[in-house]
């Protein structure tokens, strides 16, 4: 069985700052790995992927998250980060292959960015 | 694409009713998920369904649950009884199969208050 971690509750960050929110993952087979992110009052949405290839994967609003096997992480950055980028955001893992695979979610790492 | 499509956005009930939450998932996705949010226990997967068949309802809580998919483009999910423990935030999430590489794309959800 496949499972995630996301270690911080909370990360309080000012406004431009580069943040880093933390995934790792457990799983004896290969997986694709999610990063999503949900704004208040609002449904999940897809905020970048990882199937194969690159191990950096990018999303149109400036995150990046790098795909460390030999570390079983997934973590997301962002260089300089926007009042707007406030929500919480949940990492999430699921077996390759197959359509049998559910998608399993972290606890989710909520994003306070401060003027 | 109207995306997944939830109802009822909000239900308060009291102890012992019927609840039904509704889902309409994408056109032309053919796998159903439905989710649930708490602040104690995060985004919990209670079932999800490939091709209108339950593949995996080992999320769902007893008994009280029950989820039905019985064409392509509906599903639900009922409580009877509701207790007060049931309140959240009630997620469903649809994709493709086999192509879709586990992309789920969420409906903005059904918060239940069970008083």
């Known amino acids: 069985a496949q499972s995630v971690t996301q270690l911080d509750s909370q990360v309080p960050v000012f406004e431009e700052a580069p943040v880093e929110l933390r995934c790792n993952y457990s799983s004896s087979v290969s997986v694709y790995l999610f990063w999503y992110v949900q704004y208040p009052n609002q449904g999940l949405q897809l905020l970048l992927k990882?199937?194969?290839?690159?191990?950096l994967v990018e999303s149109i609003n400036g995150f990046e998250a790098e795909f460390n096997k030999s570390q079983t992480s997934f973590h997301l950055r962002k260089p300089s980060v926007h009042i707007s980028d406030t929500a919480e955001y949940f990492c999430a893992v699921s077996r390759q292959g197959g359509a049998t695979n559910k998608l399993i979610f972290g606890t989710g790492t909520l994003l306070a960015v401060q003027p | 694409d109207a995306g997944v499509i939830q109802s009822p956005r909000h239900e308060v009930t009291e102890m012992g009713q019927e609840v039904t939450l509704r889902c309409k998932p994408i056109?032309?996705?053919?796998?159903l998920f439905w989710y649930r949010q708490t602040m104690m226990r995060g985004l919990e997967l209670l079932i999800y369904f490939n091709n209108n068949v339950p593949i995996d309802d080992s999320g769902m809580p007893e008994d009280r649950f029950s989820a039905k998919m019985p064409n392509a483009s509906f599903s639900t999910l009922k409580i009877q009884p509701s207790e007060p423990r049931d309140s959240a935030v009630y997620f469903c999430a649809s994709r493709i199969i086999p192509s879709g590489a586990n992309v789920l794309t969420f409906g903005a959800g059904s918060r239940l208050t069970v008083l």
């Open positions: 990882y199937l194969s290839g690159s191990t």
């Open positions: 056109s032309g996705h053919n796998s």
